[in-house]
Structure formats: C-alpha cells, structure tokens
C-alpha cells in the first residue's frame, strides 16, 4: 500500500506544483497579464498600460468606460471574477476591467502600497495588514472567498475535531491564516495546537503530499483548494475528513473564516463612485454565474491560467466557498474574523484592528 501512494503522490506533485496561489509559493515570474483576455501581446501590454494611466482617477460618464486596474492570485480568490474577465475580453463589459494574476499575495501588495492598482483580491489578514500600513488607504468592499481549508487523509477514524487528539497533522501556512484558523479550531475544541496535536509545518503544499506518502496509512494533512482536488483525483484512498470553516462556524458562529477579499484604494472609490457601484454590481454577477455555470466557469478557469485543468476546477469549485458579501454583513463577519487572528497574534492583522473606514460601503 505504501509504494502505491508513492507512486501516486508522484503523479500528484507534478499536478500540484503547478498550482501557486493557494499555497503562497514565490512567484515574481508568475504575474499574468489579463485584460480580459486569456492571452497577451506586448501591443495589449502597451495599450492596457496607457489606459490606466488616463482612466484610474476619474470616473465614468454616460457612454464611456472606466478603467480598472485589479490584481488577484492564481486559485479561489479570483475563480469569481472570469465571467468579468471574458465579457471585457468580448468587449461587452459595461468597463474595463483589467486582472492582473500573481502565485503569491507579496507580488501584490507593493503595487497596492504604490498605487498601481486600484483593486485587488488579496487575503482578508493581509487587508488589514495593508489598512494600517498605508494610513488607512485600503479599503476592503467585499467578501470574496471563505474557508478553503480541510483536514483529508486516510483515517477514516477522524470524524470530528476532537478524534484529531494523539495525531500528526501535516500543514502549510506556519506564522499565516491558516496555522491562526486551525489553532483557533483546535484550542475551541479543548485540545492544545502542539500538545494535544503534533502539527508539522512544511512551506508547501507539494510537501504536504510527500509527507502524506511517507507517513503512509493514517496520515493526516490540512490542505486548501482546489490542492486537495488535485490529490484526490490522483489518490483514490484520500478523502475529506473535516471541513474546517464548518468547524469555524461551529465555534465562532458570529465571525467566518474568511479567506479572501476584494479590497480598492480608497482616493480612487471616492473619486469614483459610479464606476465603483457599477463594479461591484458586476463583480456579484459574475460570482453568481461561477457559482450557477460551474461547467462553463471552470472552463474559463483554465483558460485564463487559474488553475491548469478545467477538470480539477469544476471538481473543486463546489468546495472553493466562492463568493460576494458586503456592506453590513461583510463588517461583521470581517470584524469578527480580524479580532479572533488579533488575539491570536497582533501582528497577523498589522498591530491594530482596522477602523470603520476600512469597510467600503458598510
């Protein structure tokens, strides 16, 4: 059985490695320029360039198109967005909705800081991280993504938060959300995170996979989507044991876990209020027909370079918890989220809850 999951897990690291955004892997080669197209050309770079610069601080008036420039990562936190992306790639989007694609969340975050993007999706902590850095330049408008995050293996022992007592949990995300959200979990349910449950942190998922198959039968992981789609389409023995935002919810029924957001620069929502509504109107849509088309969308998903294969995006896409909150309701579950990572760490959410004037619309 133990050389069968190797041999599987082989097979798994080559799918998997190919996947960058949930795990956070560098990735300053990885920006993928998207204009609303699956391709690009240096032409399109150009124009899409110059657009920018004339459109990103005024907004919209009848009969013209705003501009704007947007950044997400490659996985959950911009599946949402491709119904957007193709209609302004077919020239049929009320604006120009520019998506630019990065592995990793610090490619983003210094051209939010610099003002070269006017929205991007981004993890919900590293809002708030952004928020206090920039002297509350950075909004956050909605929510995008919850939980991604599940404990699957091979023990078919494990049906409940507390069976994870005396066992191994093999993980990425030390010193991020996710090592925040399972400790969270694991302390709410009485159990001590590296007492009660040994967790081994490893920097990627890949590495999640080969500990797996070393550990053979009995193994644990806690792994993201659409990674444990992709393992499991190559290991028929792994299976999802806990669902770790039911879990969440379960303990902190006032809060979510919230995994991405969609944050924009505040100058430009003030300056820009109708391209704003009408944003964030199109922005729902297109979350909505992800969700209701998940055949087509994962499709696009592939096509656009989200995730490699539309048969493992149309797979993971009902696990994914893609999204759109705002207003009232995305303050109050953003503000509960922030508090539990702030008492769990400060500096998780940038040494300071953020104030009122971070929630867009709220």
């Known amino acids: 059985m133990k050389k069968r999951w190797a041999a599987a897990v082989g097979a798994v690291i080559l799918s998997v490695a190919m996947l960058a955004g949930c795990a956070g892997a560098p990735a300053s080669s990885m920006a993928q320029s998207v204009s609303g197209t699956a391709s690009s050309s240096s032409a399109g770079a150009s124009s899409q360039a110059a657009a920018s610069e004339s459109a990103a601080s005024t907004d919209s008036t009848a009969g013209e198109k705003g501009v704007i420039r947007m950044a997400g990562l ?17 020239g049929k989007a009320r604006h120009d909705y520019q ?66 007592k005396g066992k191994t949990l093999y993980a990425t995300g030390k010193g991020t959300t ?27 998922a890949t590495e999640v996979v080969s500990a797996l198959a070393a550990a053979g039968e009995g193994a644990l992981a806690m792994l993201p989507q659409p990674y444990v789609t992709t393992a499991q389409m190559q290991m028929d023995t792994l299976n999802v044991l806990l669902d770790l935002t039911e879990e969440w919810n379960k303990v902190s029924p006032d809060s979510a876990l919230v995994t991405g957001v969609l944050v924009v620069q505040k100058d430009f929502a003030e300056q820009n209020p109708e391209l704003m509504s009408d944003f964030l109107a199109d922005y729902q849509a297109s979350v909505e027909w992800v969700n209701t088309n998940t055949a087509e969308a994962a499709a696009l998903i592939a096509d656009y370079g989200i995730v490699p294969k539309a048969a493992v995006a149309e797979k993971a896409l009902p696990q994914c918890n893609i999204t759109f909150v705002s207003g009232a309701e995305m303050k109050q579950q953003v503000s509960g989220y922030l508090q539990v990572l702030m008492d769990a760490d400060a500096a998780s959410v940038g040494g300071a809850l953020p104030g009122d004037d971070f929630y867009y619309g709220a």
């Open 74 to 90: 490659k996985g959950p936190t911009t599946m949402g967005v491709v119904s957007l992306m193709k209609e302004t790639e077919e």
């Open 99 to 164: 998506v630019e694609m990065y592995g990793a969340a610090d490619e983003i975050a210094p051209k939010l800081i610099q003002g070269e993007l006017d929205a991007a999706m981004i993890p919900c902590n590293l809002a708030s991280v952004l928020y206090n850095k920039t002297g509350g330049k950075i909004q956050t408008a909605a929510i995008n993504t919850l939980g991604v995050l599940y404990i699957v293996g091979t023990d078919d022992t494990v049906k409940s938060v507390a069976d994870l």
């Open 178 to 204: 996710p090592e925040y959200a399972l400790n969270h979990i694991l302390t709410e349910n009485g159990l001590e995170p590296g007492v009660d449950v040994t967790i081994e942190y490893k920097a990627e």
